[in-house]
Structures are given as structure tokens and as C-alpha cells.
């Protein structure tokens, strides 16, 4: 197994674990672990491959990523009863996934031959659908729908990084930069609260 593709698994079964720390929250039944956290984890992947135009979504000719959310599920239905507050859990582990999904995916669509900004949104892509799945069948409100500082961090994640692969192609300093950035970015949002201003509403102009 490459670099690759063991840190894709690992971000799918960190996405994965927030669906089943989500499903705790909501009371369900195992088989509700299992399906919250398998849509999280491959969600944003599968959205990422069928825009790609893929002629395979990566999970269903590799079931590795199905089971790797299975078990990931399973164990967080016998164990989410020792975490005092799931809810900030889900959130340091979304953000985890949100910098290493937002690297890959953008890598996985520079591999294909996409173009560098169509790569840039693709990786945000995948690092946010994930989630919003996650929160829309849980009934949570979504992160992107509060003042958070979430997708700006997946921007900037996937923006370093296909801008240094452009100048270091066979070197992994760019997913080691767009990670760090994206995580430290998302991570001090969480620790201090950091939001950026939403728009605020203001009498319109007469014209007449």
C-alpha cells in the first residue's frame, strides 16, 4: 500500500468515526452507526470521482474503504460512551479529515489531469460533503451553515498545496504544508473562536 493510499483510509475512517459519534448523539441502533459513518467517510470521495468522471467510484471496486468505515463504525458504537463530550471529539476529528481529505482530493484530481483550480475546488469538495451528509442525517445544523471557519480552511489546504505541486511535482513537502495549514487554520478557529464576518443585511438604495 502507498503513502497515498494509506493516509486516504485514514482520513476516510476519521470522517467515518464523526458519523458514528454523530449517530451516539442521536441514540441509533449499530446499523445506524454503520450507515452514518460509511456516507461520511466515502461521501465526499464518491462526489469527488463522479464529477471526475470517473469510470469507477473508488469504493466500489476497492471495498477496502467501506470496511475500514464498518469497523471504524463498530468500534465507535462500544466505545462513544467514554468520551464526556462527543460533540468537540467530532469536531477536532473533522478537522483532521477536513486537512487530509482536502490534500487528497485535490491530488487525486491533479493525478487525473485536471485542471489546478478545478483540483483546488474538488479538494475542498471532498473534505466538506462528508460532512455536510453527515450533519444533514443526523439533523444537525451544518458546520457550513454557522459562523465557522471551515471551508476557508479546506481552500487554503487544497490552494497551498496544488500550488507547490505545480513547483515540487515529485515531492511530498505539498502535502505536508497543505495539511498542517488547513488543520492549524481549522484548529484555531475551534480553540479561539475565530470567525469571519457574514454579511449583514442593509437598507436597499432608491432609484427612483
Known amino acids: 500500500m502507498t503513502l497515498l493510499a494509506f493516509l486516504d483510509l485514514c482520513a476516510v475512517a476519521l470522517f467515518a468515526v464523526t458519523g458514528a459519534l454523530a449517530a451516539s448523539r442521536k441514540e441509533m441502533d449499530i446499523f445506524g452507526f454503520f450507515l452514518l459513518g460509511t456516507v461520511t467517510g466515502i461521501g465526499g470521495g464518491t462526489v469527488r470521482d463522479v464529477l471526475l468522471g470517473q469510470v469507477s467510484v473508488v469504493w466500489i471496486h476497492d471495498p477496502t474503504y467501506v470496511l475500514v468505515c464498518v469497523v471504524a463504525s463498530g468500534l465507535t458504537f462500544f466505545s462513544a460512551h467514554l468520551v464526556a463530550s462527543r460533540y468537540i471529539v ?40 462528508g460532512g455536510i451528509i453527515r450533519d444533514v442525517l443526523a439533523n444537525e445544523t451544518s458546520l457550513l451553515l454557522k459562523e465557522e471557519i471551515y471551508v476557508t480552511a479546506a481552500f487554503i489546504g487544497a490552494a497551498s498545496f496544488v500550488a507547490l505541486s ?19 487554520i481549522r484548529g484555531l478557529a475551534l480553540r479561539f473562536g475565530w470567525k469571519l464576518p457574514g454579511y449583514k443585511p442593509r437598507p436597499g438604495r432608491d432609484f427612483s
Open 166 to 184: 505545480l513547483f515540487l511535482p515529485q515531492s511530498r513537502l505539498p502535502l505536508i504544508v497543505g495539511f498542517l495549514l488547513c488543520f492549524a
Open 90 to 129: 467530532i469536531l477536532w476529528l473533522d478537522a483532521l479529515g477536513l486537512a487530509l481529505f482536502a490534500v487528497m482530493g485535490a491530488d487525486k484530481a491533479l493525478s487525473v489531469g485536471a485542471h489546478p483550480v478545478t483540483a483546488i475546488v474538488l479538494g475542498m469538495i471532498t473534505a466538506t460533503f
